[in-house]
């Protein structure tokens, strides 16, 4: 194998494996449902053990003991894009203009919504509701009168220039929750809706602050294109399909809120459709649905449109136990706490006071979570030992008399950063560190051991540093270069130095003759 070639497939090699794993909540036991009569499925429900997927111009139904598929709707002028289940056994796909109705797969009967496009189908206890694409607006009829092809209709949305609470603009998937509200995926504006049973105005966005925005982004509370959305059985947690990626927001929702958890990426500021066929990586998502598996977990289905498949994965749903602060009075509405604050494993830690003062140290272990809000700050008089995740908004966090975190909302960084390792000892990284904003793991961190401002001389000698998260995948790469480097220079060497000798064999041979 000639060099050049060798170190290429080594590059390709080693950088595949750094960033083989592409996502940050759990996503267990992946498995691939995909078939070659799938063309660009749109949506899909779960049905009698088996996957019913809207596609193209005929509903596919993929059985789970992989027996062969089959077509329950074939209706080859009419194209598909949204599929729902009507009480137990009545499939309803949405196509262009109408919807059909197929009844434990006897031959479809239509609906005609005068629509350009269905593409979202959904139920509450008293109305059927489906998305309108094109006219942006979202029909409302009883759901007895839907059997029998309902004269009087209503709508929610209606097109404007500048979004607001009662307006949409290329709504998709719709879902409703335990409480009855709907909630609408509203892509073009980039975000999604809850509007209140019988209601037209909405109460609730995500992806925005206001109702007013339309912008996209790619942040743990924005989104690039959101398509898609399932609930968990309890509706505590929200699953959103957007572009290349799942969100997952936990109750109770506001608006504006942050994901706590992305699966597709190892960070909320990355996505882009990936051209690798794993389970972990994914093109286009349209659809999600969720099986809660009561045991505190659950299967979640991304439907990957331009991979044509469907995958399955095991997340973990159960929130974190919330630990007990036992707290002093304090001024101004304070938490003081005397002594130490430890969080065991899947322990979350979240306070209502504007501070939180601890008189001892800060521990956290790898699965522990601290949530810090906007205006909340909190101080330890000890070391504070990460191992768990914080979830911030722009804030400060500080030990002793040393800021730990500030938040530059101007440059998307974190200043002053002071971390403490096993030791106790802690850093002052004054000229900033980049962090990913939002959830951010800080497990198995060890650092530089400085002494804090304002305890002495303040010198600092570096003994030993582990950057993980997106700050480990640069120093990955980093290694695999020298690596790299090495390996050419040493295989340089050896090809040198079989050059030199064969030119010596033959200059012999020429005296010889």
């Not at 996505?271 to 099986?291: H, K, M």
């Not at 722009?394 to 909302?409: A, H, K, Q, R």
């Not at 003994?463 to 640069?474: D, E, S």
Request: proline share 3%.
């Amino acid at each position: 194998m000639k060099t050049p070639t060798f170190i290429c497939l080594l590059c390709c090699f080693l950088f595949w494996g750094i960033n083989a794993a592409d996502f940050n909540f759990d996503w267990n036991a992946p498995r691939i449902y995909n078939h070659s009569l799938l063309n660009s499925p749109e949506d899909f429900i779960l049905y009698n053990s088996s996957l019913v997927i809207a596609n193209s111009n005929n509903v596919v139904q993929l059985h789970f003991d992989s027996t062969e598929p089959t077509v329950y709707v074939n209706n080859t002028q009419t194209l598909l894009f949204s599929i729902s289940l009507f009480g137990a056994d009545a499939i309803v796909a949405g196509g262009n203009t109408s919807i059909f109705i197929s009844d434990s797969g006897a031959s479809a009967y239509e609906i005609n919504l005068n629509a350009s496009i269905i593409s979202g189908i959904t139920f509450n206890s008293v109305n059927a509701y489906a998305s309108n694409l094109d006219n942006n607006t979202i029909f409302v009829c009883n759901f007895v009168e839907l059997l029998n092809k309902p004269q009087k209709i209503n709508t929610i949305g209606g097109s404007s220039n500048i979004p607001t609470s009662s307006s949409l603009s290329g709504p998709r998937k719709l879902r409703t929750d335990c409480s009855g509200n709907l909630w609408v995926v509203d892509s073009n504006n980039k975000r999604i809706l809850r509007f209140p049973d019988n209601s037209s105005t909405a109460d609730l966005v995500l992806g925005h602050y206001l109702f007013n925005s339309s912008d996209s982004g790619t942040s743990s509370r924005s989104f690039r294109f959101p398509t898609g959305l399932a609930f968990s059985d309890d509706c505590s947690v929200l699953f959103v399909a957007d572009s290349s990626r799942v969100l997952r927001f936990r109750a109770p929702f506001s608006s504006g809120q942050s994901a706590e958890g992305v699966l597709g990426f190892t960070d909320f500021n990355t996505n882009s459709p990936s051209t690798r066929y794993d389970p972990t990586s994914f093109n286009t998502i349209y659809s999600l649905n969720f099986v809660d598996r009561k045991n505190g977990t659950g299967t979640l289905y991304v439907l990957d449109k331009q991979n044509n498949r469907v995958i399955e994965g095991i997340t973990t749903i159960s929130a974190p136990k919330e630990y007990n602060l036992p707290c002093a009075s304090g001024t101004n509405g304070s938490c003081i706490v005397l002594g130490d604050v430890q969080l065991a494993d899947n322990q979350t830690l979240v306070f209502n006071s504007s501070s939180l003062v601890v008189q001892g140290d800060v521990k956290l272990s790898n699965s522990s979570v601290v949530h810090v809000s906007s205006g909340q700050s909190v101080a330890s008089t000890g070391a504070v030992h990460f191992g768990g995740v914080l979830i911030l908004t722009p804030n400060n966090i500080s030990v002793g008399n040393v800021t730990l975190f500030t938040y530059e909302s101007s440059t998307g960084r974190f200043s002053n950063v002071v971390l403490s390792s096993t030791g106790g000892e802690t850093e002052d990284c004054s000229s900033g560190v980049e962090v990913n904003y939002g959830t951010k793991s800080l497990s198995a961190l060890l650092t530089k051991s400085c002494k804090p401002s304002g305890s002495g001389d303040g010198s600092c000698t570096t003994r030993r540093k582990i950057i993980i998260g997106a700050v480990f995948g640069v120093v990955g790469v980093v290694i695999v270069l020298l690596a790299v480097i090495i390996i050419s220079l040493i295989l340089f060497a050896l090809w040198k130095k079989r050059l030199h000798k064969t030119s010596s064999l033959e200059t012999l041979a020429s005296n010889d003759h």
